[in-house]
């Protein structure tokens, strides 16, 4: 089977155009599938920056929960342990603060005799951060001596 030789002027002229574009396809593209406009490309970035900073705006606030729950995680453990160590202890009236200089913490305690039974002992433990009082962490027990 033989080829046709085609006339070509240009590039391939005088050259067997079947050899010169084989397997060369052209295939037309509408003009709308092209690409993206600058505009179309402008919302999209937009709209992926809002995404973003609300999730940044998320990890903000969950790390300050973050460090509040600590905080309370904290000023609970302080508390258990002083109010073991009164509990193990002979009771007698007191009414004592110290201060965790490591956590920033202060530690204030009470042991009083109950109104209605002498034979009980109200032990008071509070515990809050030095430099915010009012952010108080309190545990009440009662002691039978």
């Known amino acids: 089977m033989e080829r046709e030789r085609l006339e070509v002027k240009g590039c391939c002229a005088g050259r067997d155009a079947s050899r010169t574009h ?9 003009i709308t599938t092209q690409g993206y406009s600058l505009l179309e490309v402008m919302v999209a970035i937009s709209i992926l920056s ?4 609300g999730m940044m705006s998320l990890f903000g606030s969950g790390h300050r ?9 904290l000023t609970a453990q302080l508390a258990q ?3 073991e160590s009164l509990r193990h ?12 200089l ?11 005799p109950s109104q209605n039974n002498p ?6 433990v509070n515990v809050f951060p030095t430099n ?14």
């Open 65 to 73: 929960l973050l460090a509040v729950s600590r905080e309370t995680t």
């Open 89 to 100: 202890s002979r009771p007698r009236i007191q009414d004592e603060e110290e201060q965790i």
């Open 50 to 53: 809002i995404g973003i900073l």
């Open 132 to 145: 915010e009082p009012a952010r108080t962490f309190t545990l009440k027990s009662l002691l039978y001596y």
């Open 81 to 83: 342990n002083k109010m």
């Open 119 to 124: 034979s009980l002992w109200v032990i008071t």
């Open 22 to 30: 084989k397997n060369r396809l052209k295939i037309r593209i509408p």
């Open 102 to 112: 490591a956590y920033r913490m202060t530690r204030k305690w009470t042991i009083t």
